[in-house]
């Protein structure tokens, strides 16, 4: 249904190009043609009246670019914003759009007076989603824009021009029936051109190349007739490319084109001249599919910078916002609190900024929290689509009006709800061990996490470089390992739980003896790691070679390379590295001490294990919940030189638990920065001197505060 459209249009009795307040000014200075002027004015005026009531604002002296109505002002239904405008040489049309406005029963809202915003020059509905598109940079202002919002009530989405030659946006671009959008992507910043993209689907948008742009292509009147029962699609403008107008006639327009060349001297042209001011209200909200909600960010939010994170991640992702309320507190302790509405054009891009805000913390305010929506599992081991994937924060679910904690956090996983007699439980599962009976947490609705403040204030780890190209000084690292030794110590002092996982490097590095050690003098309580790490940590202390290095000498050694399958031989004939401790085959290094000193360790197989060995674990879902069984209780882990194995035990373990990360190669290290400084470490150094200076400096707290345990060096 198309309904009547109506335009604005004022007539150039006093056209003339006056000043220079846009490039296309410069240099045509009283060099346009008034009767020419009046002539395409004309024309235009009789092609749009074919199709069109055209409204006429009476001209007036002095003010030769009234006749670019677009600039008048922004209509809405019945309401109007009218336009402030950025250069003097405009300001006094301001009074007469305002009288014409009043006067045909438009509800008026004025800007502050140094907010400048032109209209519908810099103001464009998109025809299908109703929201607008408002443009800043050269002639409007940003914070112009949530005024749009509040008064008209529509959603804003902001788009930056950077190329002067394109200073308002209805120069470059041109929402079309349908949702089809004609515009010059090279006139926006990539931020604009990805909001662009993520709106309009790439078959939607025509970009045009800088000829067409130009010749003010996109400065054009789209306008639906209805006859005869059909739609015709019309687009007034300038002048095409035939390339151009091939492309609109395939999607259903047809272009009338007609000369508006003494306006191009003005930096203007069709739509330039005209406004709709029959601009329909879009449909009901229950007709488009504009999803909207507020969410309620709470904590030290300016320290942490949470808000612009929040408020990025809305716009990154296609949607947008209006701040409703920001209350800083009063003290520089207090917290403060900002409730947000966060728009979005449809259901699933609200679902995917949602998933990200609740991870970032964000809750419904109290009054309008939801219960979660629960869906069946109806299969075993398989979630309902959909479902909401867990993160590492503790994390609560509003089940029948009560937040219900979730159990056995960890990342990656969905949230299984059961029905018990004392009510619902709630448990963070991986997808295979979801059973039927179960129901799980769909969507974002009914879910909060709880962030600490340190976990958001850096989204990166503090990283310590050593052997990296000389990045830091060796004290910094040495300062690290200090503050690890004194952790180490006080959570051993306590019975609390260390666990480390370690890949082979540890061996081939000389870090061996020092891990040994740590295990023998109980800072460790369970070890992970794959074949590898016992296997070479073996051949050490039963060949002295690893991988065929001697590792005394550095030097390869004569049928080294298969010395690994020897050790692996003479394990697998024991029938285990327990077995091989007792009958006396093994008697040093890091398998022999866990063997020793009762520490649980969990050998992951893989596909390029040799052997393996008979207590590599080759059955991987045994595997990682023998992973999980070791890491439960941990207050600290040491990751030890294995990307492998580290991010593995990372997804695992829910927030709270303290995390070093040794690494030569930073981009393991910053693997884990997501869990902020204060749980996570990164170090990225040699992981054998690491483990030496560390066992030095427990060596040294030892001698300050004396041995709580027997030692035994
Ligand atoms: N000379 C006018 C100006 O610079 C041209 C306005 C063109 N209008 C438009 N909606 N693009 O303000």
Redesign the pocket.
């Known amino acids: 249904m198309t309904q009547p459209v109506r335009i604005l249009m004022c007539a150039p009795h006093h056209y003339d190009v006056d000043y220079v307040?846009?490039p296309w000014?410069e240099g045509n200075v009283h060099r346009s043609s008034r009767d020419l002027a009046e002539e395409q004015w004309n024309k235009l005026y009789q092609v749009l009246k074919t199709y069109a009531t055209v409204d006429l604002v009476p001209p007036q002296q002095g003010w030769p670019?009234m006749v670019?109505t677009?600039?008048a002002g922004l209509v809405l239904g019945d309401v109007a914003v009218l336009s402030r405008f950025f250069?003097p040489e405009?300001q006094g049309e301001e009074p007469y759009f305002q009288n014409w406005f009043a006067e045909n029963g438009f509800q008026v809202h004025t800007l502050p007076k140094s907010l400048p915003f032109?209209g519908?020059?810099d103001a464009l509905f998109d025809r299908a989603g109703g929201w607008l598109w408002a443009g800043y940079g050269f002639?409007s202002e940003l914070d112009a824009h949530p005024y749009l919002a509040k008064w008209l009530d529509v959603e804003v989405l902001s788009l930056r021009l950077v190329d002067r030659r394109f200073?308002?946006l209805?120069?470059c671009f041109c929402p079309l029936t349908d949702g089809y959008l004609l515009y010059y992507p090279e006139a926006f910043d990539t931020y604009s051109n990805r909001l662009i993209e993520l709106r309009v689907p790439a078959e939607k948008r025509i970009a045009i190349d800088e000829v067409d742009a130009v010749n003010f292509a996109c400065?054009a009147v789209n306008i639906d007739r209805s006859q005869d029962g059909q739609v015709e699609r019309i687009i007034v403008m300038n002048q095409a490319s035939d390339g151009l107008k091939q492309q609109l006639n395939d999607r259903g327009f047809t272009v009338i084109e007609t000369p508006l060349t003494e306006f191009l001297k003005?930096?203007?042209a069709a739509?330039?001249l005209t406004l709709k001011v029959t601009e329909p209200r879009h449909a009901a909200p229950n007709g488009s599919p504009l999803q909207s909600r507020v969410i309620r960010l709470e904590g030290h939010l300016l320290d942490s910078g949470l808000v612009s994170r929040a408020l990025d991640t809305i716009l990154a992702n296609g949607g947008s916002f209006q701040v409703l309320n920001f209350d800083l507190g009063e003290q520089r302790q207090d917290q403060s609190r900002a409730e947000v509405r966060v728009s979005a054009p449809d259901a699933s891009v609200m679902a995917d900024i949602m998933g990200q805000l609740i991870d970032l913390g964000a809750m419904s305010p109290p009054q309008q929290a939801s219960n979660a929506t629960l869906e069946p599992v109806e299969k075993a081991g398989v979630a309902p689509d959909d479902f909401y994937v867990t993160t590492i924060y503790p994390t609560e679910v509003r089940i029948q009006d009560q937040w219900v904690k979730v159990q056995g956090q960890r990342m990656d996983g969905a949230i299984a709800i059961t029905q018990t007699a004392e009510g619902p439980i709630a448990r963070c599962k991986i997808l295979r061990d979801l059973q039927l009976g179960e129901s799980v947490v769909v969507g974002s609705e009914g879910i909060r996490t709880l962030r600490n403040e340190s976990s958001l204030k850096s989204s990166k780890t503090e990283e310590f470089s050593f052997m990296g190209a000389g990045v830091s000084s060796e004290r910094r690292v040495e300062l690290v390992v200090e503050q690890i030794a004194w952790d180490l110590r006080r959570i051993r002092d306590r019975g609390g739980k260390v666990v480390v996982t370690a890949g082979p490097v540890v061996i081939h590095t000389g870090g061996s003896e020092h891990l040994s050690q740590l295990i023998r003098e109980g800072y460790v309580h369970a070890l992970l790691g794959g074949n590898a790490i016992a296997v070479h940590d073996m051949e050490q202390s039963m060949l002295g070679t690893s991988l065929g290095m001697d590792m005394k000498r550095g030097v390869s050694v004569h049928g080294g390379h298969r010395h690994h399958l020897k050790v692996i031989n003479a394990i697998r004939r024991c029938g285990s590295i327990a077995q091989a401790v007792d009958q006396g085959i093994l008697t040093s290094g890091i398998m022999y001490e866990c063997v020793k000193n009762n520490v649980p360790f969990a050998l992951a197989g893989s596909i390029r294990d040799d052997g393996p060995l008979p207590d590599t674990q080759m059955d991987l879902l045994t595997a990682q919940a023998d992973y999980a069984r070791l890491i439960d209780g941990a207050d600290m882990i040491l990751m030890l030189s294995s990307m492998l194995h580290s991010i593995g035990v990372g997804n695992m373990t829910p927030s709270g638990v303290k995390m070093v990360c040794v690494d030569i190669n930073p981009a393991v290290v910053t693997k884990l920065s997501d869990r902020g400084s204060i749980e996570s470490t990164g170090v990225v150094t040699d992981v054998g001197l690491f483990l030496s200076l560390l066992v030095q400096q427990l060596h040294r707290l030892q001698g300050q505060y004396g041995s709580g345990q027997a030692v035994s060096v």
């Open positions: 307040i846009n000014m670019d670019f677009a600039n250069h405009r032109e519908a020059g002639r200073y308002h209805d120069t400065n003005a930096g203007g739509k330039c």
